[in-house]
């Protein structure tokens, strides 16, 4: 071990460095190769030489120090992050016929006969939680769960407990450092760490995790890091998002880069010619599936021609040059006992079997949904038979055969309800669904009232699922618009209100109804089939909310991402007489929108550009900040480039100041901005 106290500061500087340096090392040898070069007892001296050093030179403690993967903070909450490219879903091939369907698929989108070959780049589906991990120049700076695919949430302090992610890339000889790259890839937990940690949790009397990419996600997403810290975590990295400083061809050499710069990357993966070999290795790992270390759900196949995927494009939900192919779901024998009926937020009754309690990979399974009841009639399915289960893609619980040959004669068919077994009122055939007429029907209105309030629709705090039930038993709230007509009063009435809770949420009532974002009414009133991200393509689109009322169906296909389903359930909802009287009750109550006309756009201060914000602001919060931005035609980033057209300067600006200054981009303060905002047409 150096003589620290004989050190001076450049010395200790330096050494301190090269400390970083063998332990970033080792770390990747022993976490991502699992091939270590030296004992725990010559890497733990290393350490504690590096903790000694920082504790006698504080100056140089940096964020991405190895000692600093533990010991932060409880958080209060967890911030969001909104990724610079959607993090979008893939679509799902159930079997060899569907993968063949796919390759067909873009054979003919690129304009290829059906006898060329196509090379795909084929991985493993490790069934984990989706996270985007942001290096600029080297360095650890952002962690971020997917969330829904637009926006996820700040995991920064948790990913740096995991220690198969580094805090400083390695240095390939044969590739640069990138000045910004974001890598995506999985959270996982090993099957024996996953059984090591319920059984320590069933010791302590606290509540186990169903299956390990439970046991990961609730692992990551821990306010407290050191709890995180303490579970046993992996990253397997699949791909990127924005990449600054280098460039790739294929997505072979994004997967072979991430291992250089100290990833551990998806393996065993293969180059297939054709769809041909893509089926080969399809059934190969299928066959192995139990031998993994990981639960592995299915297989990813890209078209490996980067340059071939902008020329495929994508939906609103998934990329066409990639799909997932899911392997055949586990299944066992149990029997139905009786039936339930569910009500959805929509309104749709959905039967559900109440099953003998089995056991399905490593899960209990007593219900399983039976879809709907044109299916309950062509399976032929009855309360009393003998059935097939299996967890839908691992994860949700389907019937999937009836053994009839073991009917004793006593089974009862299941016939659908006349009346909605929640409220009573008359219920509907809409196609192979039953649908509950009654749009106050208490089932659907709690869950539509949690969904209008929740964070990311209209964001009414204190609006929670208890409260929602309470003014819907008590009946404060028949419909929606109700929420915007409830007084102090009439919520001192209710349990668990105090004067200062009813008045703090009136208070959350009355911001909410103001000048709320379009996409985000859309989103929150609840239009089938209609999710965050097509609620912003919707904004976009129409600008105002008149005008998506009155567009035609043809209209709406012509988006790109909206289908046919999509668009169908868009015109349905503006048709239905008791959903306009509902909004048009809200806007009654003083509910107004911020609708941006696509000449608006064009004239607004930030429309086209990149903004950043840093620091502290007086005036509003930084989602508000953002909200308006993109608004106004403008895109907020999370981060400096030189793509950053302005920076919004705050109190206590950090390193995307200093990281603006040397780039030379325009920086405004917290007044020039709402000065901005003002031209617009922005009331601050």
């Given at each position: 071990?150096?003589?620290?106290?004989?050190?001076?500061?450049e010395e200790a500087r330096k050494r301190i460095e090269e400390l970083r340096e063998l332990i970033n090392y080792h770390n990747y040898?022993?976490?991502?190769?699992?091939?270590?070069?030296?004992?725990?007892?010559?890497?733990?001296?290393?350490?504690?030489?590096?903790?000694?050093?920082?504790?006698?030179?504080?100056?140089?403690?940096?964020?991405?120090?190895?000692?600093?993967?533990?010991?932060?903070?409880?958080?209060?909450?967890?911030?969001?992050?909104?990724?610079?490219?959607?993090?979008?879903?893939?679509?799902?091939?159930?079997?060899?016929?569907?993968?063949?369907?796919?390759?067909?698929?873009?054979?003919?989108?690129?304009?290829?006969?059906?006898?060329?070959?196509?090379?795909?780049?084929?991985?493993?589906?490790?069934?984990?939680?989706?996270?985007?991990?942001?290096?600029?120049?080297?360095?650890?700076?952002?962690?971020?769960?997917?969330?829904?695919?637009?926006?996820?949430?700040?995991?920064?302090?948790?990913?740096?407990?995991?220690?198969?992610?580094?805090?400083?890339?390695?240095?390939?000889?044969?590739?640069?450092?990138?000045?910004?790259?974001?890598?995506?890839?999985?959270?996982?937990?090993?099957?024996?760490?996953?059984?090591?940690?319920?059984?320590?949790?069933?010791?302590?009397?606290?509540?186990?995790?169903?299956?390990?990419?439970?046991?990961?996600?609730?692992?990551?997403?821990?306010?407290?890091?050191?709890?995180?810290?303490?579970?046993?975590?992996?990253?397997?990295?699949?791909?990127?998002?924005?990449?600054?400083?280098?460039?790739?061809?294929?997505?072979?050499?994004?997967?072979?880069?991430?291992?250089?710069?100290?990833?551990?990357?998806?393996?065993?993966?293969?180059?297939?010619?054709?769809?041909?070999?893509?089926?080969?290795?399809?059934?190969?790992?299928?066959?192995?599936?139990?031998?993994?270390?990981?639960?592995?759900?299915?297989?990813?196949?890209?078209?490996?021609?980067?340059?071939?995927?902008?020329?495929?494009?994508?939906?609103?939900?998934?990329?066409?040059?990639?799909?997932?192919?899911?392997?055949?779901?586990?299944?066992?024998?149990?029997?139905?006992?009786?039936?339930?009926?569910?009500?959805?937020?929509?309104?749709?009754?959905?039967?559900?079997?109440?099953?003998?309690?089995?056991?399905?990979?490593?899960?209990?399974?007593?219900?399983?949904?039976?879809?709907?009841?044109?299916?309950?009639?062509?399976?032929?399915?009855?309360?009393?038979?003998?059935?097939?289960?299996?967890?839908?893609?691992?994860?949700?619980?389907?019937?999937?055969?009836?053994?009839?040959?073991?009917?004793?004669?006593?089974?009862?068919?299941?016939?659908?309800?006349?009346?909605?077994?929640?409220?009573?009122?008359?219920?509907?055939?809409?196609?192979?669904?039953?649908?509950?007429?009654?749009?106050?029907?208490?089932?659907?209105?709690?869950?539509?009232?949690?969904?209008?309030?929740?964070?990311?629709?209209?964001?009414?705090?204190?609006?929670?699922?208890?409260?929602?039930?309470?003014?819907?038993?008590?009946?404060?709230?028949?419909?929606?618009?109700?929420?915007?007509?409830?007084?102090?009063?009439?919520?001192?009435?209710?349990?668990?209100?105090?004067?200062?809770?009813?008045?703090?949420?009136?208070?959350?009532?009355?911001?909410?109804?103001?000048?709320?974002?379009?996409?985000?009414?859309?989103?929150?009133?609840?239009?089938?089939?209609?999710?965050?991200?097509?609620?912003?393509?919707?904004?976009?689109?129409?600008?105002?909310?008149?005008?998506?009322?009155?567009?035609?169906?043809?209209?709406?296909?012509?988006?790109?991402?909206?289908?046919?389903?999509?668009?169908?359930?868009?015109?349905?909802?503006?048709?239905?007489?008791?959903?306009?009287?509902?909004?048009?009750?809200?806007?009654?109550?003083?509910?107004?929108?911020?609708?941006?006309?696509?000449?608006?756009?064009?004239?607004?201060?930030?429309?086209?550009?990149?903004?950043?914000?840093?620091?502290?602001?007086?005036?509003?919060?930084?989602?508000?900040?953002?909200?308006?931005?993109?608004?106004?035609?403008?895109?907020?980033?999370?981060?400096?480039?030189?793509?950053?057209?302005?920076?919004?300067?705050?109190?206590?600006?950090?390193?995307?100041?200093?990281?603006?200054?040397?780039?030379?981009?325009?920086?405004?303060?917290?007044?020039?901005?709402?000065?901005?905002?003002?031209?617009?047409?922005?009331?601050?």
């Amino acid at each position: 071990m150096a003589e620290k106290k004989r050190l001076s500061r450049e010395e200790a500087r330096k050494r301190i460095e090269e400390l970083r340096e063998l332990i970033n090392y080792h770390n990747y040898r022993y976490y991502v190769l699992d091939s270590p070069e030296i004992t725990d007892e010559e890497y733990d001296e290393l350490f504690r030489e590096l903790v000694e050093l920082e504790q006698m030179f504080p100056e140089f403690i940096t964020p991405d120090s190895p000692t600093q993967r533990v010991g932060a903070p409880p958080r209060k909450e967890f911030g969001e992050v909104r990724h610079t490219i959607p993090m979008l879903s893939l679509q799902d091939a159930r079997n060899e016929d569907e993968l063949r369907e796919f390759d067909q698929r873009v054979k003919r989108l690129l304009g290829l006969p059906q006898d060329a070959d196509i090379e795909y780049m084929a991985e493993p589906k490790f069934d984990g939680l989706s996270c985007e991990i942001v290096y600029e120049n080297g360095r650890y700076t952002l962690a971020s769960t997917r969330g829904d695919g637009v926006v996820g949430e700040d995991v920064t302090p948790n990913v740096r407990t995991i220690r198969s992610v580094p805090m400083r890339l390695l240095k390939p000889k044969d590739l640069p450092i990138p000045k910004r790259i974001e890598v995506r890839g999985e959270v996982l937990m090993r099957k024996d760490d996953f059984e090591k940690l319920n059984q320590e949790l069933a010791r302590k009397g606290e509540k186990t995790f169903a299956n390990p990419r439970n046991a990961a996600a609730g692992s990551l997403r821990q306010l407290d890091p050191n709890i995180t810290a303490q579970r046993k975590l992996d990253f397997v990295a699949w791909g990127v998002g924005v990449v600054e400083g280098v460039t790739f061809k294929k997505q072979s050499e994004i997967l072979d880069a991430l291992e250089k710069y100290g990833f551990k990357a998806s393996r065993p993966r293969k180059v297939c010619k054709n769809i041909d070999e893509v089926i080969e290795y399809y059934r190969a790992m299928e066959a192995q599936r139990e031998s993994f270390v990981y639960e592995l759900d299915g297989i990813v196949v890209k078209v490996n021609d980067l340059s071939l995927h902008e020329k495929l494009g994508q939906t609103s939900r998934s990329p066409r040059w990639a799909i997932a192919g899911k392997f055949a779901p586990r299944r066992k024998t149990t029997r139905i006992i009786d039936v339930v009926y569910s009500v959805g937020r929509t309104g749709t009754i959905t039967p559900v079997a109440i099953l003998e309690p089995v056991e399905i990979g490593g899960v209990i399974v007593s219900r399983a949904t039976l879809h709907n009841f044109d299916f309950v009639r062509l399976m032929d399915v009855r309360i009393g038979d003998t059935v097939i289960v299996q967890r839908a893609g691992d994860v949700i619980p389907e019937i999937v055969t009836v053994i009839k040959e073991k009917r004793t004669g006593k089974e009862k068919p299941i016939q659908p309800p006349e009346k909605c077994p929640v409220c009573g009122a008359d219920v509907v055939k809409e196609g192979a669904y039953y649908r509950c007429v009654n749009i106050s029907c208490p089932a659907r209105l709690v869950q539509s009232i949690i969904h209008f309030a929740s964070r990311r629709a209209m964001d009414i705090e204190g609006l929670g699922e208890k409260t929602a039930r309470l003014l819907v038993d008590r009946g404060l709230v028949k419909d929606l618009a109700d929420i915007f007509y409830l007084k102090k009063e009439d919520l001192l009435k209710l349990p668990g209100f105090a004067d200062k809770s009813a008045q703090n949420l009136i208070d959350a009532i009355e911001r909410a109804k103001k000048d709320v974002p379009l996409w985000r009414f859309l989103y929150a009133i609840g239009i089938p089939n209609v999710g965050e991200y097509t609620a912003r393509v919707l904004a976009e689109r129409f600008g105002t909310f008149e005008k998506l009322k009155n567009a035609t169906y043809t209209e709406l296909l012509e988006i790109e991402g909206i289908g046919p389903e999509i668009a169908r359930s868009i015109v349905e909802f503006f048709k239905e007489p008791r959903n306009i009287q509902v909004i048009e009750k809200m806007f009654k109550a003083g509910l107004t929108l911020k609708e941006v006309t696509g000449a608006e756009v064009k004239e607004s201060p930030f429309a086209g550009k990149t903004v950043v914000f840093t620091g502290a602001l007086k005036s509003m919060t930084r989602d508000r900040a953002k909200e308006l931005v993109e608004m106004l035609g403008g895109r907020v980033s999370n981060s400096v480039s030189r793509k950053t057209d302005l920076v919004v300067v705050g109190e206590n600006p950090g390193s995307k100041y200093r990281r603006a200054q040397q780039l030379g981009i325009e920086m405004i303060n917290e007044e020039e901005f709402l000065k901005l905002l003002r031209e617009a047409g922005i009331k601050v």
